[in-house]
């Protein structure tokens, strides 16, 4: 069992940044951060995926990737996720997650974790 622990959420104005950590028990090779609006779906926001050594690729949310970046350190177990300039439309509960795979099919991600609450201020 994978364990997934998110911190760095809070209350931030618009056009200010946050930085979400995820520290995991082991990262697995897909590491994803996935958030959701009351309301709305759960919605993918961006991975992160090993790709032998030191190489990592990254995808994003074709709506967000001008604004968020992904991070991964295997060596630290950790997967962070830079907001910049956040908008009210950017609340949500954020949620890290892992897949044994690449993850392309959210069902793919076997293990998540409690999440973290942004909240924007306008």
């Known amino acids: 069992q994978v364990q997934l622990v998110e911190s760095g959420g809070g209350l931030v104005q618009a056009g200010g940044s946050l930085r979400l950590s995820c520290v995991a028990s082991?990262?697995?090779?897909?590491m994803g951060w996935f958030r959701q609006a009351p309301g709305k779906e759960r919605e993918f926001v961006a991975s992160t995926r090993w790709r032998g050594g030191s190489t990592y690729s990254a995808d994003y949310a074709d709506s967000l990737k001008d604004r968020f970046t992904i991070f991964r350190d295997n060596a630290k177990n950790t997967v962070a996720l830079q907001m910049n300039s956040l908008m009210p439309e950017d609340a949500a509960v954020y949620y890290c997650?892992?897949?044994?795979?690449?993850?392309?099919?959210?069902?793919?991600?076997?293990?998540w974790g409690q999440g973290t609450k942004v909240t924007v201020s306008s």
């Open positions: 082991a990262l697995m090779y897909t």
């Open positions: 997650a892992a897949a044994p795979n690449d993850g392309y099919d959210t069902a793919s991600y076997l293990y």
